[in-house]
């Protein structure tokens, strides 16, 4: 922290470029005013989210809370995907069929954030459902990707990924369950992790795939991620997956990693777009001479990742979307007998790739294809998660590009099967329920890239270790921020 | 043509715990406004999850064990998938792949011999809401409410093999489950509120052929007699229409209480794909041996032995003992007396008479009251060794109700101790003599008849606080006496 602030000194920065961590510091030595920093990313999100539409709502009527910030506090401004339940604000998971949900409770991360004085100040664009991988299936309006905005930000936590790389917010949760929050955090070249599954609860998560979806912050450090992380984490009594059990993230991440030995995966690097891996086979280079070991292993259930992840996802989709019908909240298109009011409202309610994945997921339950889709989907999954064990019973960690491919140009794909290849570095770890973080590793071109690290189950500490390591050694990461994009030049 | 009937049952009980299956709502069922007993968990709001009330799950395995069911060590929830208003997530969280318990049965009293109906499984689930139509004449007109109250209530579905021959047996099996469920106080068992429902899949079976019809699910019926009723109704339809070679397809049909006659509510001819999968937001339920032991040892004894117990160990006809197993609160009461006091007749005599007029007539439960097992042994007691008669008893065990005051207190208050002197009666009864001249001339003429009337007057006049023997006997005595000396 010290040498931290030291570097801080010598480089000017405006209020809006500091992490949530310095930010929380600075506030609560009250060496800032939070007012201040609340007021300073409101005007920003004025001024440039015309442009980039990362939020869906915001909300300038914020409440601060008068006196001394006691220790836990972290008294710094953030925003909530759209799936995320907060009292006082919308829910719409940027879908139709939930274009005027209030919410009716509070999340139980809004509610651990709320309590450390945090102040909620906006809701991000998302895909509708979390189904998507660009924010470009949002029912409202695509999100443009900070860096060039012709380009996807990634998703489906786009709109977070997006308002913390321009600067509109110090920090945002997303949530998870095939790369949500690491790919995104990869396309705008921020921070984003993915807790072990079960570490944050999921009460108040709008739910997509209930064994894969995690909450997971999308910020500008990897000391954030750990910070935040551990400000949500914990057992709550309203979710049974969540476990119990003590974590410590932030106070090891700092300390010198012993010797690591990560894994590559062949497979994935083979997939993956040139000039990404390219730069990934820079950044080894650099972490190698630093001292970090690596070996290519292979994985050989690869090809099953994707289609087992489908499957499973949207079987619990079409189950877990069934109680948007109309009935009793949300939109509801009036017709004459309870059955066609509820087909109406769900066919006009849903997009396009919601009712795909339904539709799909339907297939895969149904009891003639049952068997053969998800119960296979569910065998594989275990073999899977074995196969990945074993690698990470050798290595501490798994390292790969967060993305195989390039930031598309809105639009430009149409092929449904080369869309959802953007997840197929990712996905494994909502299969095993792995922690897994993406940090900057540079850039191709003008874009900027992620770096994905792996961990085994519940050893999310160990994973931001390891990240920590890589961050300070990697070139990004120069003078200890992230770049941000130039909006002043792009945005008039 | 013979036929035998097969009749299977799927009962839903309503588990007695405080709080809904998922989540904290109450899980009493008498809310009347509707929708006052709901959050967003048990009425499906975006991003909400179950939790399991542990509650739920020992009720299941006390159950479990009454009707002899195997305990599985492991099992888990599954979704099934159907939209339906009353529905709110879409799904309803069952036991489908895996229940908590399997290979059962109950043992039924079919008044000359006694048959064991197997039980399939016992599986927890999650109620519905329930959806009230208001019907005007016309479609546009008419609007449906639904009323999530009922909505996660917590329930066991038993469901029976078709070991069932007749409706009559349907309904002795309904009945002892029900007796069983309530004793252990699994279930109130109350069916007026819903507590206990009851599905019954009725189908024909040719003797010699063992050719099948189709088969009949009666539904919605709401109390056991009705579903026998159109259990009977619906055998004698299926011998029909199977005599005149028709076809029975499967199909669901309701009952009409006012004409006494089932009436077709769907066709099955496919069966319904629920989409059956595993619930990914309950981790499964372990339940191991000494969790199973310990339901075990702390369970309430089943009606059947404990019907036994009170005939053997207490003298008692069966009649009086099943009362007991119908009524347990009396159960546990006489038990207590009988720990205080050997007066076991007089024990139940007091209870299965006069106690129960009372409670029934003041519409109150034993507890609500100040009577105790001490007042009975008080009271009957002071009946025995004579200080009043049973009569007395009667007219004070009222008060005995309401008042903390004991019986000694009550009868010393109200100057009610017997008169056994017998000096003191003859005085009264030359008194009735003096009085009464010309009844004692009829009764020295041979009216012996006016015996009783003396005998009412001395009662009277002593307002029932002499010992009736006492008094029959003194008054006999001195009539015969007064007689043979010729006065």
Redesign the interface.
């Known amino acids: 922290m010290i040498v931290y602030f030291a570097v801080l000194g010598v480089v000017f920065l405006e209020l809006w470029m500091y992490t949530a961590e310095e930010l929380s510091q600075l506030i609560k030595e009250k060496r800032i005013d939070q007012k201040k920093v609340i007021e300073t990313y409101l005007k920003r999100i004025k001024m440039y989210d015309d442009t980039i539409r990362s939020f869906v709502q915001i909300k300038e009527d914020y409440k601060i809370q008068d006196g001394d910030f006691s220790e836990n506090s972290f008294p710094v401004p953030f925003s909530l995907k759209d799936?995320?339940?907060a009292l006082g604000f919308r829910?719409t998971?940027a879908s139709k069929a939930?274009w005027n949900?209030q919410a009716?409770?509070d999340?139980t991360v809004n509610g651990k954030l709320k309590n450390a004085d945090a102040i909620l100040i906006g809701k991000n664009n998302m895909d509708e459902f979390a189904m998507g991988s660009s924010t470009e299936n949002s029912a409202f309006f695509p999100t443009k990707n900070p860096w060039d905005f012709q380009r996807i930000p990634g998703g489906s936590s786009g709109g977070s990924a997006a308002a913390v790389a321009a600067g509109l917010i110090p920090f945002s949760l997303g949530s998870d369950t095939g790369g949500s929050v690491r790919l995104p955090a990869s396309f705008c070249g921020v921070v984003g992790f993915k807790p072990t599954y079960g570490l944050v609860s999921?009460?108040?998560?709008?739910?997509f795939?209930?064994?894969m979806d995690q909450i997971g912050p999308i910020c500008r450090s990897v000391r954030d991620a750990a910070l935040i992380t551990e400000k949500i984490c914990g057992f709550d009594?309203?979710?049974?997956?969540c476990v119990k059990k003590r974590t410590s993230l932030i106070s090891g991440i700092e300390r010198n990693t012993k010797p690591l030995k990560c894994a590559v995966i062949k497979e994935y690097l083979d997939n993956t777009d040139h000039d990404i891996k390219s730069l990934f086979d820079d950044n080894l280079k650099l972490l190698k001479w630093a001292g970090i070991e690596f070996d290519t292993v292979s994985f050989e259930k690869h090809d099953s990742v994707l289609p087992v992840y489908h499957i499973i996802s949207n079987?619990?989709a079409?189950?877990n979307?069934?109680?948007?019908?109309g009935?009793?909240?949300g939109l509801r298109i009036e017709e004459?007998?309870?059955?066609r009011m509820?087909m109406s409202s769900r066919n006009k309610g849903f997009g396009e790739e919601v009712k795909k994945r339904i539709i799909s997921g339907?297939f895969s339950?149904?009891?003639t294809n049952?068997r053969e889709y998800?119960l296979n989907a569910e065998k594989m999954r275990q073999k899977i998660n074995i196969q990945l064990n074993e690698i990470l019973k050798e290595y501490d960690v798994i390292i790969s590009p967060t993305s195989p491919q390039k930031q598309y140009k809105m639009g430009e794909t149409t092929d449904p099967m080369k869309y959802y290849l953007l997840d197929n570095h990712t996905v494994i770890a909502n299969l095993c329920g792995f922690p897994a973080i993406s940090i900057p590793m540079g850039f191709t071109g003008d874009l900027p890239q992620g770096l994905q690290i792996i961990g085994r189950k519940f050893e999310d500490s160990l994973v931001l270790n390891v990240a920590r390591t890589v961050e300070k050694k990697i070139g990004v990461f120069e003078d200890g921020i992230y770049p941000f994009p130039h909006l002043e030049a792009s945005v008039k | 043509m013979k036929y035998k009937t097969i009749i299977g049952l799927e009962i839903h009980a309503q588990l007695m715990t405080k709080s809904k299956m998922f989540c904290s709502c109450s899980s009493i069922s008498s809310f009347n406004k509707p929708n006052t007993n709901i959050c967003?968990i048990c009425?499906?709001?975006?991003?909400?999850?179950?939790?399991?009330n542990e509650k739920a799950v020992e009720l299941a395995v006390k159950a479990s064990l009454a009707l002899n069911c195997r305990i599985n060590r492991f099992s888990s929830f599954d979704?099934k998938?159907y939209?339906y208003?009353d529905l709110?997530?879409?799904?309803q969280i069952t036991q489908f792949f895996s229940p908590i318990a399997e290979n059962g049965y109950a043992i039924i009293n079919t008044g000359d011999r006694k048959k064991r109906i197997g039980i399939k499984r016992i599986h927890m689930e999650e109620d519905a809401g329930k959806m009230n139509h208001d019907y005007h004449g016309n479609?546009?007109d008419s609007k449906?409410r639904?009323d999530y109250n009922r909505s996660g209530m917590p329930l066991i579905e038993i469901v029976t093999e078709p070991d069932i021959d007749s409706p009559e047996e349907a309904y002795l099996f309904m009945e002892t489950v029900r007796n069983i469920l309530k004793y252990i106080k699994v279930c109130s068992g109350d069916l007026e509120k819903g507590a206990l429902r009851c599905d019954a899949n009725i189908s024909l079976r040719h003797c010699e052929s063992s050719e099948k019809t189709g088969r009949v699910e009666v539904k919605n019926v709401n109390s056991f007699r009705f579903v026998q009723k159109a259990l009977e109704y619906e055998e004698e339809r299926l011998k029909k229409l199977f005599l005149n070679g028709g076809h029975i397809f499967n199909e669901t049909r309701g009952w009409n209480m006012e004409l006494k006659s089932t009436f077709p509510l769907r066709k099955k001819e496919s069966e319904n794909?629920y989409?059956?999968?595993p619930e990914?937001?309950?981790?499964n339920v372990f339940v191991d041996e000494e969790y199973v032991e310990k339901i075990a040892m702390s369970m309430e004894e089943l009606p059947e032995s404990k019907l036994e117990r009170f005939m053997y160990s207490y003298n008692m006809s069966y009649l009086d003992a099943k009362t007991y197993i119908e009524f347990p609160e009396l159960a546990d009461f006489f038990e207590e007396c009988a720990s205080k006091s050997g007066s076991f007749k007089a024990i139940n005599n007091w209870i299965l008479g006069e106690i129960q007029r009372y409670l029934k007539d003041s519409n109150k439960n034993l507890t609500d009251t100040s009577f105790s097992a001490v007042k009975l042994i008080q009271l009957i007691d002071k009946i025995n060794t004579g200080i009043i008669s049973n009569n007395i008893g009667k007219k004070i065990l009222p008060e005995l109700f309401v008042s903390d005051k004991s019986v000694s207190e009550i009868i010393a208050e109200n100057k009610m101790e017997q008169i056994t002197d017998e000096a003191l009666l003859e005085k009264i009864f030359e008194a009735i003599i003096e009085e009464n001249p010309e009844k004692y001339e009829s009764y020295r003429y041979g009216k012996k008849g006016l015996l009783k009337f003396f005998i009412g007057e001395l009662m009277k006049k002593t307002k029932g606080q002499s010992d009736p023997k006492i008094v029959r006997e003194i008054v006999y005595r001195r009539l015969e006496e007064i007689c043979e000396s010729g006065k």
């Open positions: 799936n995320i339940m829910t998971c939930l949900y009716t409770y999340s999921r009460y108040g998560l709008v739910a795939s209930s064994s009594g309203y979710d049974s997956t079987s619990e079409s189950s979307l069934a109680r948007y019908d009935v009793k909240y004459n007998s309870i059955e509820n339907v339950t149904s009891m049952y998800y | 967003p009425t499906g709001q975006p991003g909400v999850l179950p939790m399991l979704r998938n939209f208003p709110p997530k879409g799904y479609v546009s449906s639904i794909d989409r059956y999968f990914p937001d309950l981790p």
